[in-house]
């Protein structure tokens, strides 16, 4: 019988040390604007109750849940006569009362409350872990991915709004990708169901005009119809998802289109507050309202983000708003939070398919030490430990092989410097320093040796 090779589920991936450098790049970049705007670091268990995560992510998000069987014989409670006549999702209900985290902000909004007693409100946190969907895997699209999430709860200020898209904006600068912030209000939403006259249909509203830049106008006005919103409302709708028009004149057509409409007005008055707090904050990427914009989360009430990137397609990769009673379905209603979450797996595919990363961060240890023997090498470490107590990452090679074996690996390894020590250095008390991207070479004393490589560096 052949041997099956090892593998790994679909939508996983396992990453290589070169991608993870990368990768901690990103979370390193992100984290340090998180903790300067005076977030603080919090983490939950991979997995949560059904009870937690069900209901709080739409119909499709419920079927994205990754259940977890329970413990022992799952099915030993269950009447056979009854096991016969249930559906997969039937089931489930039984055999499954724990799942993988779908995103972090459910999770955050048990915590609060859970740990309300002790919470300093407003509470500012941030948040960076796997999260878990059982999707489709496809480009930019995977089963287990990262997440950067940053909330404030406990507040309702707009303020709390500009400051999430100044991170937004410091963020993406600081990793070099260009991105356009696209701006909306989930009441905004709300007021045009009611001036269409379907106030009941504006989850199905949501969901369809949320897939427009997926599948286009044409396709989004068929979905509308299958989900039975009337074709007079289909044709009032059209004119809000073809607007064209700078922020200012946005909001002037959703003001007089939504005049008669209170929640509608609400967004809009929201809308042009937010707008003219990032008007006066410099901020420097593209932000826009957009009025196709619906983030199809249940949980989103006011103020909502997407980001895309300008220079790679991929989709979102960053997105959040505002939900003022999350807290409530766990017992702990009027408190009002919103924010973003960033998708690190897709920011890493954008940096990497427009050679985003810096080379500074390729090696691990840009500097390495040859390795001539047991005497040389002895007299080599303590230099080696000097250059780490300065700083900088280096290593001797740990065996005295053949020197073109170990520049073989120093080329592999993206070494910047390659440190010759051997027996005529040791007399000299100079070691003979490389850079290997321009093959030039010289000797150093000892003594001067940290502070000649730390500048090369």
Request: net charge negative; glycine share 8%; aromatic share 8%.
């Amino acid at each position: 019988m052949a041997k099956q090779e090892p593998s790994i589920p679909k939508g996983t991936r396992d990453f290589s040390p070169r991608e993870m450098t990368r990768r901690n790049y990103i979370f390193h970049t992100i984290e340090e604007v998180f903790k300067k705007s005076g977030y603080q670091p919090l983490e939950t268990p991979a997995m949560e109750n059904l009870s937690t995560l069900m209901g709080k992510y739409g119909e499709e998000g419920d079927r994205l849940l990754f259940r977890i069987l329970n413990s022992g014989d799952f099915l030993s409670g269950i009447d056979p006569a009854e096991l016969s006549g249930m559906d997969a999702r039937s089931l489930s209900v039984h055999i499954a009362e724990k799942g993988l985290r779908y995103d972090l902000t459910v999770p955050f909004a048990r915590f609060v409350v859970q740990h309300r007693n002790e919470i300093v409100f407003p509470f500012k946190r941030y948040q960076i872990q796997p999260v878990w969907r059982a999707d489709r895997p496809q480009k930019g699209r995977y089963r287990e991915f990262y997440q950067c999430d940053v909330d404030v709860i406990g507040s309702i200020s707009l303020l709390n709004e500009a400051e999430l898209v100044q991170i937004m904006d410091e963020v993406f600068r600081g990793l070099e990708v260009g991105v356009e912030i696209r701006i909306s209000n989930r009441k905004i939403l709300a007021g045009i169901a009611e001036i269409l006259g379907i106030p009941e249909k504006m989850k199905d509203l949501t969901i369809a005009v949320d897939k427009l830049e997926k599948i286009g106008l044409e396709s989004v006005i068929e979905e509308l119809k299958e989900r039975d919103i009337p074709s007079e409302a289909v044709e009032k709708l059209k004119p809000v998802l073809t607007f064209q028009g700078n922020n200012r004149e946005k909001i002037s057509f959703l003001r007089n289109m939504l005049i008669t409409s209170v929640v509608g007005t609400k967004g809009v008055e929201e809308l042009e507050k937010l707008f003219g707090y990032l008007e006066q904050s410099n901020i420097q990427v593209t932000y826009t309202l957009d009025l196709t914009l619906a983030r199809g989360l249940d949980y989103y009430t006011g103020t909502i983000f997407e980001v895309v990137a300008t220079e790679w397609k991929i989709g979102s990769i960053c997105g959040g708003g505002r939900y003022d009673d999350l807290t409530g379905i766990f017992g702990m209603p009027g408190i009002s939070g919103v924010g973003i979450s960033f998708g690190a797996d897709r920011i890493y595919d954008v940096m990497l398919n427009t050679n985003k990363f810096p080379e500074a961060i390729e090696s691990a240890s840009p500097v390495l030490f040859l390795n001539f023997g047991e005497e040389e090498a002895g007299r080599v470490l303590p230099l080696v430990i000097d250059l780490k107590k300065a700083g900088v990452a280096a290593e001797l090679y740990p065996d005295s092989v053949k020197i073109k074996k170990q520049m073989s690996y120093a080329n592999r390894k993206q070494v910047r410097v390659v440190v010759l020590i051997g027996k005529d250095e040791l007399i000299e008390e100079k070691a003979a320093v490389k850079i290997m991207s321009t093959g030039q070479q010289e000797k150093v004393p000892f003594s001067r040796l940290v502070e000649k490589i730390t500048g090369l560096l």
